[in-house]
């Protein structure tokens, strides 16, 4: 089984990268690569895409710069039905929209846009960065071993704002509720880092590399 972490040189994958190829290891969940080639993305079992930034310059990279890895992408996961895990802007771009600086088209696989976070409290200061508790919604196969209060790590200044509850997995609260974990369809996505959140994260990690939809 392959697993490929697409980059689009949008952040540091080097500690995601470690800790998917760890799980893996720890489950014999087979061989983890990070890669910007459409063809090793066609070929993959599940894919990752990570994200860090805005979420505008995040779509164009996938769209605009790499358009024949977007359609690879759209290939694997929508006509072949591969297993996706979306984390922190790679969630995002799942939404049906962001509102990041303007208004950009997202991948449209969650129905959903993509928001500023807006506490309501003042001593709440955004971005939402740091460890908070995770509130399961629903239970799905990538959460099993994980409960309420488990603690995951956030960087974000923008969240989904749901217009679907029944693809919300998991909240988190930060003065209103943060979306925290999607799914539908063989597609989940997660804003927290789970390569940063110690051992919910990499709980999370083994379970989608287990992921049989």
């Given at each position: 089984?392959?697993?490929?972490?697409?980059?689009?040189?949008?952040?540091?994958?080097?500690?995601?990268?470690?800790?998917?190829?760890?799980m893996?290891?720890?489950?014999?969940?087979?061989?983890?690569?990070?890669?910007?080639?459409?063809?090793?993305?066609?070929?993959?079992?599940r894919?990752?895409?990570?994200g860090?930034?805005?979420?505008?310059?995040?779509?164009?990279?996938l769209?605009?710069?790499?358009?024949?890895?977007?359609?690879?992408?759209?290939?694997?996961?929508?006509?072949?039905?591969?297993?996706?895990?979306?984390?922190?802007v790679?969630m995002?771009?799942?939404?049906?929209?962001?509102?990041?600086?303007?208004?950009?088209?997202?991948?449209?696989?969650?129905?959903?846009?993509?928001?500023?976070?807006?506490?309501?409290?003042?001593?709440?200061?955004?971005?939402?960065?740091?460890?908070?508790?995770?509130?399961?919604?629903?239970?799905?196969?990538?959460?099993?071993?994980?409960?309420?209060?488990?603690?995951?790590?956030?960087?974000h200044?923008?969240?989904?704002?749901?217009?679907?509850?029944?693809?919300?997995?998991?909240?988190?609260?930060?003065?209103?509720d943060?979306?925290?974990?999607?799914?539908h369809?063989?597609?989940?996505?997660?804003?927290?880092?789970?390569?940063k959140?110690?051992?919910?994260?990499?709980?999370?990690?083994?379970?989608?590399?287990?992921?049989?939809?």
């Amino acid at each position: 089984m392959l697993t490929v972490l697409i980059d689009t040189d949008s952040g540091n994958l080097h500690s995601a990268e470690k800790a998917f190829q760890r799980m893996a290891r720890e489950t014999d969940g087979g061989q983890v690569l990070v890669s910007s080639r459409p063809e090793d993305v066609a070929r993959a079992d599940r894919v990752v895409l990570p994200g860090d930034g805005a979420f505008p310059a995040c779509r164009a990279a996938l769209v605009r710069d790499r358009s024949a890895l977007h359609e690879a992408l759209l290939e694997t996961v929508e006509e072949r039905g591969r297993p996706f895990l979306g984390i922190c802007v790679g969630m995002q771009l799942m939404a049906q929209r962001g509102f990041e600086y303007r208004e950009t088209e997202g991948l449209g696989w969650i129905d959903a846009d993509v928001v500023a976070i807006d506490p309501g409290d003042a001593a709440l200061k955004v971005p939402h960065m740091g460890w908070n508790d995770l509130v399961i919604d629903r239970p799905h196969p990538v959460l099993d071993g994980l409960e309420t209060s488990d603690h995951a790590y956030f960087v974000h200044s923008y969240h989904m704002a749901m217009r679907d509850p029944a693809q919300r997995l998991a909240h988190c609260d930060y003065g209103t509720d943060i979306t925290a974990v999607v799914a539908h369809g063989t597609r989940v996505g997660t804003q927290f880092h789970p390569e940063k959140s110690q051992s919910a994260g990499l709980r999370l990690i083994a379970n989608f590399l287990a992921w049989t939809p």
